[in-house]
């Protein structure tokens, strides 16, 4: 991270200069194939972006708002804009219209990135008369609406000119306003490069070349300190533009660390004894004898006691049996999941891991960007 300036661009183009043909981002296409971006590729879409935010008329210190669901162009704004020195404003396309007034009127936005021009509705008058520009990631042929494509398609400019400072703003969080107004937390640039940096030391089990899954909001502090983390360790991120469809697409991403919070992880667990109950009896006699085996060691190992040979061979048997096939539904290489936002109810941490599949629970406040404890 020192090598990276303690700015968010920085990180990547230090990461770029350590593995640059390694692959970082992967994307559905429209036929519904994976389509890998390297490390170099990321940082030309960044330089190219933004050279054309400052064309546009974005200076230091400007905040931009970003409304889109979560894909690679989301990242490619917020780091352009980062590079240009403004500020990146996440904007949570279905969160409350007049929160997203309320947003867009405090920031003041010079301009906005918006998943298509029907967004724009959502930003406040006032607000939405005085920006410099409006880029949309679809927007072929609309009048005062710049296509990010035009933007990304920018001359070639070698590496991004990083005009960001450590100690400037970066980004500002909003509360999700469930106990009011949201409220704004600006965070500087060295510190979201210290709390990933936090998370990364935390976690050495993810490596080089992991897998991670990008399905939640990036709006969300969450999934975005996820993403950047992932440059700091150069892992790969699968963008998964529709929450609801992440179960369809677990296999092909294989993630080895995921992160969701206790709501998926309820219906997880729901889709799993749905999947059960459509078996043979004898089938599910098998599966609830290796679970209650998977109780009693997952309960054993949390209390730190030695298990003797007899209960070593017996859970083997039922983690060759059930329980592996069981943690197969989220792919070949998972590790662990950590969940966050809310707390979990302890029987379903228990069953999880009953499974070989430890949830572990993150707790932190928007306040303070690195995560306060997990376990």
Known sequence: LEASGWTVPGMLLARNRLTPGNVALWQLSPTGEWVGSTWSDYCQAVAAASNGFRK?????????????????????VQLAVLAAGGVAVGLDPYGLDEHIREISCRCGFVGVVLAHPSLLDKIDDTVRQRLRFVVCLEAAGVAGVVPLAELLAEAHVGEARNQALPDAAATIIFTSGTTGEPKGIEYSH???????????????????????????????????????????????TYYVSDPREIMRYIQPIAPHLFIGVPRFYEKLHAGIQESISQQPAWQQSLVHWALGVGDRWAAAVRAGQTQGVRSRLEFALADWLVLRKLRGALGPNLRFMISGS?????????????????????????????PVSIN
């Open 342 to 370: 809310a707390p979990m109810p302890v029987w379903l941490l228990e069953r999880f891991h009953a499974m070989g599949l430890p949830i572990l629970e993150a707790y932190g406040v928007s306040e303070n960007i690195v």
């Open 56 to 76: 546009l008329g974005l200076a230091s210190g400007d905040r931009v708002g970003i409304m889109a669901a979560s894909c690679r162009e989301w990242d490619f």
């Open 190 to 236: 060295r510190q979201m490069c210290l709390a990933a940096s936090a998370i990364l030391s935390a976690f050495p089990q993810v490596g080089e070349g992991s897998h991670l899954a990008c399905w939640l909001p990036l709006s969300n502090l969450f999934q975005r300190m996820i993403n950047l983390s992932a440059i700091g360790r150069g892992a790969q």
